[in-house]
């Protein structure tokens, strides 16, 4: 029986053994390296490229791009590359936010290149059978056409042969500075264009089409907000528990990943007493003191779309006097900045409204001197807010001059960050307390994205004394496991 079996399977034609594999993968789910409706039903409707994100909205993207390129240029954009932690082990990959914009392919590696004659053209990468055994399987030449709908794709190991006579039929070349690399810089046409002046930056163009959040991107960045929002709440109630800086750090990861967000969108910054006053602090590791402030500042990403909120309060219960005299300064400041918020004014005019009450509240308190900038830059170096969206500081390129409008999205993220080494009254020295919020510009004012996250001082208090999770005992030994 079984040589009969050996022997027909040796006389099957290979048409035959084509069927047989058709019908085999026709059966199986087809894996394209990330979420498709099919793979991924939970995430992603029919029609979505990304979850939220439909094939329509992609097409519509590179048609405005198309449409703000000069006649005969041409779009290069590469994917962000793979970091090595070391030797063959990776980072988690991020990708680039234009290649994600135009693409939605989350996968390192490629080059797309759009044009106004060739639309769409997507160079992948091709995995061999070790690096599908080792990384999974990858997006090719198929998932581009059908999954990201290019008008073109081919085999990156053609791009050397191909790309050089799209850069000569073109006057113009845009590219991606973030992410370019040599597998396209290095080629001659490349060369001669750059040297002709012919290559520019693309990001004017790509900071200019996010800048405006469409409503699918609205609806993701408010779903980020609010994950950030109540994973931030859950942290605040649990730091009486937890009074250390990486256990903070810990549980707002954990509670945005719980609540579905990919990742963090930056490291969070947790910093206990003085290190508050850190804008960036990125260790997380000391113990926050009985009676001193913790500043959270954090955000999360879902769906290649992130949040950013900070809030500052006592994991104790209890503002002190002297705390709470700088806080309510902050916080005046917050919810007045946000008052200007609204399309016809810039974020420089929101910022230095911004300056001019803190620098007044300062000087009521005696912590600012002078009248010089340098005072001021000293208890804040910091803007106002930035714009938000697929990148926390999103859309760089584009002037804090600029008149804002309907559907872009930025924070409100006063603060006062006094050095430990300051010259001026004891009781003030290292203290930093910002209060972030997001704030989506609408037609006829704003909305707050994070307005779910308590800031006042009474209600921060009776959170934290009515709703704390844990008591003293465990916030004991929480710390000695911290430390051993
Ligand atoms: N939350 C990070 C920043 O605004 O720089
Ligand atoms: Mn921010």
């Known amino acids: 029986m079984q040589i009969l079996v050996r022997k027909l399977l040796q006389r099957a ?64 954009i590469a994917a962000a590359p793979m970091k090595m932690m070391t030797d063959v082990v990776p980072y988690t990959f991020r990708q680039d936010a234009d290649y994600l914009y135009i693409t939605g392919c989350q996968q390192p590696g490629g080059v797309a290149v759009l044009g106004h004659e060739c639309g769409l053209c997507m160079f992948m990468p091709e995995a ?47 590219h991606n500075m973030q992410t370019a690399t040599p597998m396209y810089t290095e080629l001659d046409d490349f060369q001669r264009a750059a040297l002709t002046g012919k290559v520019k930056d693309l990001s004017n163009f790509t900071h200019e089409l996010r800048w405006i959040k469409s409503p699918a991107e609205l609806k993701l960045m408010k779903e980020a907000a609010s994950i950030v929002c109540q994973g931030l709440l859950q942290t605040m109630l649990h730091s009486k528990m937890y009074p250390h800086e990486g256990m ?27 290190n508050g006053s850190v804008i960036h602090y990125s260790r997380n590791d000391q113990k926050i003191k009985n009676g001193d402030l913790v500043l959270m500042d954090v955000g999360c990403e879902l769906h290649g779309y992130v949040s950013d909120l900070t809030r500052t309060w006592p994991p104790c219960g209890s503002f002190s006097s002297v705390h709470e005299e700088l806080y309510n300064l902050v916080l005046e400041t917050n919810k007045e900045s946000m008052k200007l918020c609204r399309p016809g004014v810039s974020l420089r005019q929101i910022h230095n409204y911004s300056v001019e009450m803190l620098c007044k509240g300062f000087k009521e308190i005696g912590i600012l001197k002078g009248s010089g900038s340098n005072s001021y830059h000293q208890l804040n170096p910091t803007s106002i807010g930035h714009y938000l969206g697929m990148d926390v500081h999103d859309s760089s390129n584009i002037s804090y001059d600029r008149l804002l409008k309907p559907g872009v999205v930025i924070t409100i993220e006063p603060g006062v960050y006094i050095p430990s080494i300051f010259d001026g009254p004891d009781r003030y020295r290292g203290i930093g307390i910002r ?11 704003y909305e707050v994205l994070t307005g779910s996250m308590p800031k006042e001082v009474k209600h921060i208090e009776s959170l934290l004394n009515n709703y704390s999770c844990g008591n003293g005992m465990e916030a004991q030994n929480n710390l000695e496991a911290a430390s051993s």
């Open 435 to 445: 209060i972030e919020d997001e704030v989506l510009i609408t037609e006829t004012g």
């Open 128 to 174: 061999t059978r070790h690096d599908v055994i080792w990384q999974g399987e990858v997006a090719g030449v198929e998932a581009a056409l059908e999954s990201f709908k290019a008008e073109k794709a081919h085999p990156l190991s053609k791009l050397r042969d191909i790309l050089p006579g799209m850069i000569r039929g073109s006057s113009k070349l845009f």
């Open 13 to 76: 034609t290979p048409f035959k053994q084509g069927i047989v594999r058709r019908t085999y993968s026709t059966n199986k789910v087809h894996d394209i390296g990330q979420p498709t409706p099919a793979t991924h039903p939970q995430l992603l409707k029919e029609g979505e490229i990304t979850p939220g994100i439909t094939t329509e909205e992609y097409i519509s993207r590179r048609k405005r791009l198309l449409e703000l390129l000069p006649e005969k240029s041409l779009a290069i």
């Open 248 to 274: 903070l750090a810990a549980k707002i990861e954990y509670e945005s990943k719980m609540r579905g967000a990919q990742r963090m969108a930056f490291n969070p910054v947790v910093g206990g007493g003085s």
